[in-house]
């Protein structure tokens, strides 16, 4: 499975972007997809995640705010991502696992990342 994430881009808080990670490959549809975030000199931290069944799961910070979805048919995966706040300031990868899981090592392909940056 090859990953791309698109989407990033500077807003302010408050604002809203939805970032896009394009998948390919026949089996892209029984993977579960992840989302993660890393501000340079911190680790790489967990953000939202939705199975093949589209069961969803959230850090708190981002719970109610941020919406993971997936649409298989194109082998893409969402994440719309609302009342941004400057905290939310970080790269963004996607990633897929073969389980459902929040830490990084489950994941085993990643995108190359899309930077998001919000100003207060």
């Known amino acids: 499975v090859q990953l791309q994430a698109s989407g990033g881009g500077l807003v302010q808080a408050g604002g809203s972007l939805r970032l896009t990670c394009a998948g390919s490959?026949?089996?892209?549809?029984?993977?579960?997809i992840g989302w993660f975030r890393q501000v340079s000199g911190k680790e790489r931290e967990f953000v939202a995640r939705i199975t093949w069944t589209d069961i969803t799961y959230y850090r708190d910070s981002v719970r109610g705010r941020f919406t993971i979805s997936r649409d298989n048919a194109k082998n893409t995966v969402y994440l719309q991502m609302n009342s941004l706040k400057v905290e939310d300031t970080a790269v963004y990868y996607c990633?897929?696992?073969?389980?459902?899981?929040?830490?990084?090592?489950?994941?085993?392909?990643w995108g190359q990342g899309t930077e998001v940056t919000v100003s207060s």
């Open positions: 990633a897929a696992s073969p389980v459902s899981a929040t830490t990084i090592t489950a994941y085993d392909y």
């Open positions: 490959g026949r089996t892209f549809s029984r993977y579960v």
